[in-house]
């Protein structure tokens, strides 16, 4: 009699969750979905939207900003940007419905591979002085995207300071910094590229003085540097404060005189008997190479590549760099 309760029991529990689940299930599922193969990748890509859920009526889809209605509940699209969000509405009887879903982005970062000097694919040893164009004939996206050269270094570990790049011309709004690193030779340009000099660390040809013009129907607080006629002033009263203009030069109690303007380039001097295109030439200002000794050790290239999302990639290698005995 205890067996025959027990699995009473035990077949009422069973038939209760089972009519419970029953219950509940339509309840729990949705009137509309939509879904999308491939449910992510990299664009452009080619999707098949399905909406399920529903039949008869129309349905319209939403895709990157279109949108496209048919009585089908298939649609086939291109995507160009990823990650998406895509949509459906369906309309009929006891609607509307609407649902919506994500296409991922399927993205790796680029491949460097390995950087060249001078073109030579084994030179793996530099010298003090030497002119290094470095290139990276390698670099690639996996996904066929352009692979950009967005950033690099080159610090001498033996001298404990870092080298100056220069990217022949110079293109750019915020120096030193490049907007695009190339080198311009007699047979075009190389592209993801730049010139550096080992041991050399250059001071940067910088303006003195070379402040907004001074205009005289605008009013100025103490801490503001204006030029006028070729000199830099520091406003030191507020020249709000005035019956009438103030002009620099003249209102000596409104301005502290700095200096003579100089426009400057705001870039890094190249070594003595050298030239870059686009950049001040370090022959003419009377800067030359270090004089001390510098002990031999590794030059350190760092390069950071982006590819057209954003995705960045760094790496970093050290060849060595023999001594400089100073001269």
Not at 39 to 62: C, D, H, N, R
Not at 250 to 273: E, I, K, N, R
Request: charged residues 15%; contains cysteine; glycine residues 12%.
């Amino acid at each position: 009699m205890k067996r025959v309760a027990i699995l009473g029991v035990v077949l009422l529990a069973a038939l209760s969750g089972m009519l419970l689940t029953g219950c509940m299930s339509p309840a729990t599922q949705p009137a509309l979905t939509l879904e999308a193969t491939p449910s992510e990748g990299y664009p452009p890509l080619e999707v098949t939207l399905t909406a399920v859920g529903q039949a008869g009526g129309s349905y319209t889809f939403g895709v990157e900003g279109k949108t496209y209605t048919h009585p089908s509940p298939v649609l086939v699209a291109w995507v160009d940007e990823l990650p998406c969000t895509v949509s459906v509405v369906w309309e009929g009887t006891g609607g509307p419905y609407s649902a919506d879903t994500t296409i991922g982005l399927v993205n790796s970062g680029p491949v460097i591979g390995r950087l060249v000097l001078n073109g030579i694919e084994d030179l793996w040893t530099i010298h003090p002085r030497l002119r290094c164009v470095v290139t990276f004939p390698d670099a690639h996206d996996l996904e066929g995207g352009p692979a950009t050269l967005v950033n690099a270094t080159v610090f001498h570990a033996g001298q404990g300071e870092p080298n100056t790049i220069f990217c022949p011309p110079y293109t750019g709004l915020h120096p030193p910094k490049p907007d695009l690193y190339r080198v311009r030779t007699g047979q075009g340009d190389l592209l993801n590229a730049f010139v550096f000099y080992s041991t050399w660390n250059a001071p940067a040809n910088v303006s003195v003085n070379d402040y907004p013009r001074w205009k005289d129907v605008r009013d100025y607080v103490v801490g503001d540097r204006v030029q006028h006629e070729g000199e830099g002033y520091l406003c030191k009263k507020d020249t709000a404060l005035a019956a009438t203009t103030k002009v620099p030069g003249v209102a000596a109690s409104y301005w502290t005189p700095l200096g003579a303007v100089v426009p400057g380039l705001d870039l890094p001097y190249t070594p003595p008997s050298q030239g870059e295109d686009g950049y001040p030439g370090g022959g003419l200002c009377g800067l030359t190479w270090p004089r001390d000794l510098i002990p031999g050790g590794m030059t350190i290239i760092t390069a950071t590549f982006e590819d057209e999302m954003g995705l960045t990639t760094t790496e970093s290698w050290e060849i060595p760099t023999m001594p400089f005995p100073g001269c």
